[in-house]
């Protein structure tokens, strides 16, 4: 296994690489277009985003995840495969527009509101950061473990999306709309590039074949339910905050949200990785399969403990320093995301190991349970504490999701000790405590002293074995070495 250790390092590292970069940009544009617009216009425009990103549900049917499991699997020709993928994906993505063109009328938002998210929709079809048409074209590059180009493509978007805005702000005086424009058109040039590549380097049989499109569609349908249960439960929130309390609430919790989702990257690069192998081992080599299920766990609930813990701590002295005083109501509702963000880490990678072990029905039960929860909790709080209660509605749906994951793969999959338990209760405890006793501290020495206090609470309560560093340690050493051979 050392290729394929080899490969999920190397392709991490670039996914890890890419997404630093897009998230330094879109933190930063919309930091500035939060702060630009103000509270009530970035609320019509979180709104119409919101919108469209909840039609995501149809335009990405697991359909993606469905196609990466089977390319990596070889059960099917690869041609075929990909060529009735890009027909079904085509398919799906028309009727999502429909469905949301057609429900539109009926959501009575202001005019302004309804016209960017006409703009808006465009991103259905060319939108990275949606389960898009586009995105079916990576598919290829993520079974292979070659995400490289992708990521260059999506670094594009962001890059012209950062040059348009702040030219429309500076020279032009742009408003809502404009800015509209640039977040939909700004992803053209790296869906072009992308289908170009793709095209150019792959064979693709376009001649529809109801058997593969039948066996997709049956794979993919009760992932579908899963991801109808998960984005509702991500999008709801917003949405529910827009009928319930006014359009500078929305602006604020969408400031919060803004600077929490992004992060998800920080797990989601390995788990893009380590998809394609769980898939392939689980159906040939069932001990390697609960090796990487272990090794994963690991490594991303520690992403989790270090990214929520840190930055909880520090919520206050963040949103103060990034945002006008106006946003600074959201501080409450900014802490409880990140805490969240934590669980949904390994919610991402429990999901991810489930349907790779083709236990897609059970991730849908247990995101339906998520969302029935949330909506509940966004009905209680939301009238009551506003912000800060979509923020606990959140933090309650993460938790149980959580939880009921985490049971079914213990009593599904058989998998047992999915991380040392006692070492990491530990750990958490440990590290929670001195982030608690250092939050009084300026901002850039808290984060200075986070940083090494973790590494050496690492080494200090043996997180990582002997034999891990070392594998950990050559992996790198090889990387570099190839790397250096090719320059």
């Given at each position: 296994m050392e290729v394929s250790d080899s490969r999920v390092v190397s392709n991490s590292l670039f996914i890890y690489a890419g997404r630093v970069i897009n998230l330094v940009f879109n933190f930063f544009i919309f930091v500035y277009l939060a702060n630009y617009l103000g509270e009530s216009a970035f609320g019509r425009f979180s709104i119409a985003i919101t919108y469209v990103g909840t039609f995501d549900i149809i335009a990405n049917f697991g359909l993606n995840q469905i196609l990466v499991r089977e390319l990596a699997g070889?059960?099917?020709?690869?041609?075929?495969?990909?060529?009735?993928?890009i027909l079904l994906k085509g398919v799906i993505t028309l009727l999502a527009l429909a469905c949301a063109l057609a429900i539109l009328p009926f959501m009575a938002y202001p005019r302004e509101t309804m016209v960017v998210v006409w703009i808006i929709l465009v991103n259905l079809i060319v939108s990275s950061k949606l389960s898009s048409t586009r995105t079916v074209f990576e598919s290829i590059f993520q079974a292979q473990l070659r995400m490289a180009f992708p990521i260059l493509c999506n670094i594009l978007d962001n890059l012209l999306f950062v040059l348009l805005i702040f030219l429309?702000?500076?020279?032009?005086?742009?408003?809502?709309?404009?800015?509209a424009l640039i977040y939909g058109l700004c992803n053209l040039p790296g869906t072009f590039w992308l289908v170009g590549r793709f095209l150019r380097t792959n064979q693709v049989s376009w001649q529809p074949q109801w058997p593969v499109l039948r066996e997709l569609l049956r794979e993919s349908l009760p992932l579908a339910f899963y991801l109808f249960f998960s984005i509702l439960t991500t999008k709801i929130d917003v949405l529910m905050l827009s009928w319930m309390r006014n359009e500078a609430e929305v602006g604020q919790y969408a400031a919060a949200t803004r600077l929490v989702y992004p992060l998800s990257f920080l797990s989601t690069s390995l788990t893009i990785s380590l998809f394609p192998l769980l898939s392939k081992s689980f159906h040939e080599r069932r001990e390697e399969f609960d090796r990487l299920c272990r090794r994963g766990s690991k490594y991303v609930f520690l992403i989790g403990l270090f990214t929520s813990g840190v930055l909880a701590f520090a919520a206050d002295p963040i949103i103060r320093t990034l945002y006008v005083p106006g946003y600074a109501a959201c501080i409450p509702a900014f802490r409880l995301l990140l805490i969240s963000l934590g669980f949904s880490f390994l919610n991402f990678y429990f999901i991810d190991i489930l349907i790779s072990a083709r236990r897609q029905k059970l991730v849908t039960g247990v995101m339906a349970l998520a969302f029935a929860v949330n909506l509940l909790l966004n009905l209680l709080l939301i009238p009551a504490l506003g912000i800060a209660g979509a923020g606990y509605a959140k933090l309650g749906s993460t938790v149980t999701a959580f939880l009921f994951l985490f049971m079914v793969l213990r009593w599904q999959l058989k998998i047992s000790r999915l991380l040392p338990y006692a070492r990491i209760v530990l750990l958490t405890a440990a590290f929670l405590l001195t982030l608690g006793l250092m939050r009084e501290l300026n901002l850039p020495l808290y984060l200075l002293l986070s940083v090494v206090i973790f590494v050496l609470f690492l080494r200090a309560f043996t997180i990582f074995t002997y034999e891990e560093r070392e594998k950990f340690t050559n992996l790198i050493t090889g990387l570099l070495k190839k790397r250096s051979r090719r320059t």
């Open positions: 070889g059960r099917t020709e690869k041609s075929r495969l990909l060529g009735n993928g429309a702000a500076h020279f032009f005086n742009a408003g809502l709309t404009g800015m």
